[in-house]
């Protein structure tokens, strides 16, 4: 038997039109829209409202109302304008917006096509477009370390993700590694945080995966070596790219929510080959005349063709897990 | 009436397939709402009432897809919300006419003539257009100015393109019978194929929460409105259900008739009544107690509803059940008259 303090919660919470926190016995917290209820548990969406979760009654020790109630709002909106309509000329769309696609940035032709695969599209001229949960996706290659700002502008987008590859600063993260970005940092050392609702979601998405979640910092060029990456990592990041900071700044200033989603090539303690750091549409002759240095270089080479692969592979199952969450993710209104 | 005999007929075989299974309760309607989010804040409205998070989800087409096949209703209902703010609803529907279900899209029609392009017109698809009245009446109970106006271009743009339009009015009290019946000719002028009516179901987190009607009142205004109906009208619904509007005829409820699916699962027990929710069909069927609504049931909840998705399946199953009841239905299709 519940007591009838928290009976009389649970049934308020039930017919309650917001979020609302759930305080466990243990102490821990649960938020989240109560949309069902049995004998002896609550069911709850999260608040990215893509995760179902159960909670027994035999464990909450209280409930607050933490969250606007959507049902009293609408009420005072009604109040407030009784007797007058809106405008003939409120958009048709309502608060909604016409919805623009999702873009998807990545700077190399081989996170493009990586991409590709998990949208069922082939790559043509620096772009590929299709769908992911329902959702219309675009993908562009900018090229590595590009000013994002064009992009946006073209493409209105509701939502801007910087995906591809990423080098590991943490030396628990191995090649095929997903991290999604709780935050970007610059290399002047500003940091802004990623958009709670949509991050939240694509966690999310994620479980089950290999991924972890931290902050990214960006390098002026490749971090190829490991004391460069040695020394990026004193930051406390996770790991390194060189565009998801200028995607994250462009989309905030654009008021466009953004997610950050990258796969690990190369470890912490693995060196790149020195022709990595520059940007080409085709590595096979640079990686030729690489390995004819010596069976070192060669079998770094296939080392690292491993990698790539690995990193590919989890991008594109990265993204395809990703598509409900875009729907979440959509910050507007 | 207005409903294609193709349709009467595929209900008609539905029912009667029902009752040889000696299925004692089956889905009519299956009420599909792929999303919450709306594009008007209508007052009547209990709804949209969520949190933005859960405005912005909404079913793919394959949720939706696989909610009409676990339920088999022969008719699909897609409301909302807005069902025409989702990105893939011309999608959704073109799935569920190919599955042969009978699909009526309810839109408030202000997307209608921009959307019309990624539809196709079917014998099984019908745009279903949310009109409340004459034009003032209308306005004020979406709470814009020159809906109305909007709703009948899109009217006239999808019918000039071969789709079939009905509208659904629900009516709240203050309703005038008379303009209600000069709205009703206006209608039948525009050419749509029929019309639906119902009184507003008391939403208990509607705006308005005066102007819900009782039901002898209801009984009064509907046979005020219906009481010697024009040759030219032609509803698509039921004319026992309309009897039983006009207080001529008594139903009891039959909530599991138009079962409702949403991004929370199968409502339970109704389109309107929200009491929790089942994961499978089947759990909604067989687990819910359905013995505590309706109107005998004493559930305060239930005692003035008369609205169409718990009364018309009563209808139509009553038609079936008795060959004088079938009688007054193909009579009153024959002459017209309620």
């Known amino acids: 038997m519940i007591e009838a303090r928290i009976a009389q919660l649970v049934d308020r919470a039930f017919d309650y039109r917001g979020y609302v926190t759930l305080r466990r016995s243990d102490g821990s917290e649960v938020v989240g829209f109560v949309y069902d209820r049995g004998a002896s548990h609550l069911e709850l969406l999260d608040q990215s409202a893509t995760r179902r979760m159960r909670v027994p009654l035999a464990e909450i020790a209280d409930i607050a109302f933490t969250g606007e109630d959507a049902a009293r709002k609408s009420q005072e909106i009604w109040e407030r304008r009784q007797g007058t309509l809106e405008s003939s000329e ?11 696609p999702v873009l998807v940035l990545v700077a ?19 772009k590929v477009r299709g769908r992911l949960g329902g959702n219309d996706v675009v993908t562009l290659a900018s090229g590595m370390g590009k000013d994002p700002g064009p992009a946006l502008a073209e493409w209105q987008p509701r939502l801007v993700v910087s995906c591809g590859f ?3 600063l943490d030396p628990g993260l ?27 979601a694509a966690a999310a998405m994620l479980e089950g995966l290999r991924y972890r979640q931290g902050e990214l910092v960006q390098a002026a060029s490749v971090a190829a070596t490991v004391d460069e990456k040695r020394a990026l990592a004193r930051s406390g990041a996770l790991a390194v790219d060189m565009e998801s900071y200028a995607v994250g700044l462009e989309a905030a200033e654009a008021g466009i929510p953004w997610l950050v989603l990258r796969a690990v090539v190369d470890p912490a303690d693995s060196p790149l080959p020195e022709f990595t750091r520059e940007a080409r549409r085709d590595y096979t002759w640079p990686a030729l005349k690489y390995a004819l240095k010596g069976p070192r270089a060669a079998a770094r080479l296939v080392r690292l063709a491993r990698e790539f692969r690995l990193a590919s592979d989890a991008l594109t199952t990265g993204l395809r897990r990703l598509g409900p969450a875009l729907d979440a993710a959509e910050a507007r209104p | 009436m207005a409903i294609p005999a193709s349709q009467m007929l595929t209900v008609a075989r539905y029912v ?14 299956l009420m599909l709402e792929p999303l919450f989010r709306c594009n008007l804040s209508c007052t009547g409205c209990g709804k949209i009432q969520y949190p933005s998070s859960i405005l912005k989800r909404h079913l793919s087409v394959a949720d939706c897809v696989a909610a009409s096949d676990e339920c088999g209703a022969p008719m699909v209902s897609i409301a909302g919300g807005e069902p025409l703010l989702h990105p893939e609803i011309a999608a959704v529907a073109r799935a569920l006419v190919e599955r042969r279900r009978y699909v009526y899209l309810c839109t408030n029609a202000l997307l209608l003539e921009r959307k019309l392009d990624e539809f196709e017109p079917s014998k099984f698809l019908s745009f279903s257009v949310h009109m409340d009245g004459p034009r003032a009446e209308h306005d004020h109970s979406v ?8 709703a009948v271009k899109a009217i006239r743009a999808a019918l000039a393109r071969g789709f079939r339009v009905t509208t659904n009015t629900t009516l709240f009290e203050g309703s005038n019978p008379e303009r209600m019946r000069r709205f009703f000719d206006d209608m039948m002028e525009l050419g749509v194929e029929g ?12 705006p308005d929460q005066e102007h819900f009607l009782r039901r002898e009142r209801s009984h009064r205004l509907f046979s005020q409105m219906l009481g010697e109906p024009k040759k ?3 509803f698509n619904q039921s004319p026992l259900f309309l009897q039983f509007l006009m207080g001529k005829r008594d139903f009891e409820c039959t909530p599991w008739g138009n079962p409702t699916y949403n991004i929370f699962g199968w409502q339970r027990p109704c389109y309107l009544l929200q009491d929790g929710y089942a994961k499978t069909f089947r759990e909604l069927m067989e687990e819910t107690e359905w013995s505590r609504y309706g109107r005998k049931s004493g559930n305060p909840r239930c005692q003035d509803c008369m609205v169409h998705c718990g009364f018309e399946p009563s209808a139509v199953r009553a038609a079936f059940e008795s060959p004088r009841a079938m009688g007054a239905t193909v009579a009153s299709m024959v002459t017209g008259r309620l």
């Open chain 1, 90 to 100: 409120t958009p048709a769309h309502g608060d909604w917006g016409e919805a623009g």
């Open chain 2, 143 to 150: 709470s814009r100015e020159g809906v109305y106006d909007v």
């Open chain 2, 232 to 234: 030219s009208w032609s």
């Open chain 1, 108 to 126: 190399l032709e081989q996170e493009l096509r990586a991409v590709g695969r998990a949208l069922d599209g082939a790559p043509r001229a620096g």
């Open chain 1, 166 to 168: 990423c080098g590991g």
């Open chain 1, 174 to 200: 191995i090649a095929g590694d997903l991290v999604l970005a709780t935050a970007v940092r610059a290399a002047s050392g500003e940091v802004l945080t990623a958009p709670e609702p949509a991050r939240l």
């Open chain 2, 16 to 29: 009667m397939k029902q009752r040889l299974a000696g299925r004692e309760r089956y889905p009519l309607v």
């Open chain 2, 195 to 206: 019309m639906m009516v119902s009184p507003g179901y008391s939403y208990e987190k509607a």
